[in-house]
């Protein structure tokens, strides 16, 4: 089979990536004459690293690389003042009250690795983003500094105690037999490299399992969902995707998609936002992480599946242009009839956003919302197929009704794509020529989201006639 190949970072991760590094960049900063280590290499950084710290005197280094037996650690900002040792570990989250498992893990991984190779840190902070920050403002402000040296070294014995257990199975020359646990939902290998190849429905296909419940079956040689024993106790959603695995046909409910669909009032609007998200605000008065709508498509449609019209909205990337789009949605979407979305959570959400902006436009867009029906709650209420494997995203939905429609032809083909392609925009990383080229697909993107919400409507429809 030979050795998987790590899949190359999506369009959306590398957007993420870039950014994580500006931070990195900007917090570097703060420290005057800070040395970068970077010579290509663990093994070459962490020589340098042992040079640079052989001198006396007050020293600060970037990216400080420490290496021992076969674990690496390289330490974000490293400081020495008069003989004593400062860790910054810089995090592209921003400043909450509480710090995240995760970031106070990271943080005890570097500080056992650098206590384990003789550098024992006076203190350990977290230099996160700033909730008060603005575009403009000075690098300084960007950043919070959250002291969590006890934290760490409350955490810091049991890292100590799994550290051998860990090198040791890290370091064999054979791997281990792979066993099925709840991470493997999110491994890109479980499909093709692992024990999910050749499995249609891995146990975790079973909608909202508990980690408990889950064990159990595994520790029963249970690992597929049509390996589960016939009068389980199961929710009622996981024996419907159960039933349905068992005998491979779809599961409708005939009465429930009637119902719904006889609460739907036309016209009807079928809607969808884009929305970003960045930590360094991309236009001022905006804080860190704000989620900023972007674009919408609308299809209008009456009886007989006949269109009215549609409608589309891609703001200027160069200003915050939000105050327009709002004004131009409320005029498309008019004042009657239903407003289709799909996972009305969020749309509302982003409505929400609209609202505490423009206080003066509040009622015509709490409006829209009182009008709001979500397909997805239609779909999940009524129908399962197996090939939707727990999932009832529009992805996952579309091709189950739609076979001949998807989004694989299609340049940006996600959500997260489309963000990551528009905050490139508003940064000016492209050219004007390829700059139409993206707002093109955008466009195009958006309105596949609604044009699919249009044809799913008409499947569901069409099961009951």
Not at 84 to 109: G, M
Request: some cysteine; proline content about 4%.
């Amino acid at each position: 089979m030979g050795v998987p190949v790590l899949p190359q970072p999506s369009y959306s991760q590398e957007a993420i990536i870039q950014e994580g590094i500006k931070i990195g960049e900007m917090a570097r900063t703060l420290f005057s004459d800070g040395i970068l280590i970077n010579e290509g290499s663990n093994i070459l950084n962490y020589k340098k690293t042992l040079q640079l710290i052989a001198n006396a005197g007050n020293i600060t280094l970037f990216e400080a690389t420490f290496i021992y037996q076969n674990a690496v650690a390289r330490a974000d900002i490293l400081q020495r003042i008069h003989g004593e040792w400062f860790l910054f570990e810089v995090k592209s989250s921003v400043t909450s009250d509480q710090v995240k498992d995760e970031e106070i893990d990271d943080a005890t991984y570097t500080g056992m690795i650098l206590d384990l190779c003789g550098i024992q840190a006076k203190t350990i902070s977290l230099m996160r983003v700033s909730k008060d920050y603005r575009l403009g403002m000075d690098n300084r402000t960007f950043f919070s500094v959250t002291d969590c040296t006890e934290a760490v070294q409350e955490r810091l014995l049991n890292f100590r105690c799994k550290f051998d257990s860990i090198m040791d199975a890290t370091g064999r020359s054979n791997k281990p037999t792979p066993t099925l646990i709840m991470p493997c939902k999110q491994c890109d290998f479980f499909e093709n490299h692992c024990v999910g190849k050749g499995v249609p429905d891995p146990l975790f296909d079973l909608s909202r399992i508990s980690s408990k419940k889950f064990n159990e079956f595994v520790a029963n040689g249970i690992y597929r969902i049509s390996m589960i024993p016939a009068h389980h106790i199961l929710t009622s959603s996981q024996e419907i995707i159960w039933q349905t695995v068992k005998n491979q046909r779809p599961w409708c409910d005939l009465n429930k998609i009637t119902e719904h669909l006889n609460k739907i009032v036309e016209p009807v609007y079928y809607l969808d936002f884009e929305t970003v998200s960045t930590a360094i605000p991309l236009y001022p008065d905006i804080t860190p992480y704000e989620t900023i709508v972007t674009q919408y498509s609308i299809h209008q449609y009456t009886a007989l599946w006949k269109e009215l019209a549609h409608c589309e909205f891609l703001a200027e990337q160069h200003i915050d242009d939000r105050r327009r789009l709002t004004e131009r949605l409320l005029d498309d979407i008019g004042t009657t009839g239903s407003v289709i979305v799909y996972h009305a959570a969020a749309e509302k959400r982003f409505i929400l956003s609209l609202v505490d902006i423009f206080p003066d436009l509040a009622n015509r867009l709490l409006a829209i919302i009182d009008r709001i029906i979500d397909l997805k709650i239609i779909v999940q209420d009524s129908y399962y197929h197996q090939d939707l494997h727990g999932s009832y995203s529009i992805k996952a939905v579309l091709p189950i009704f739609v076979p001949d429609m998807n989004y694989n032809e299609l340049d940006i083909g996600d959500g997260l794509t489309a963000s990551a392609v528009f905050a490139n925009l508003a940064r000016g990383k492209y050219p004007p020529d390829e700059a139409v080229i993206y707002r093109n697909n955008l466009m195009e993107y958006c309105k596949q989201d609604t044009f699919a919400m249009v044809r799913i409507h008409q499947k569901l429809a069409e099961l009951v006639v």
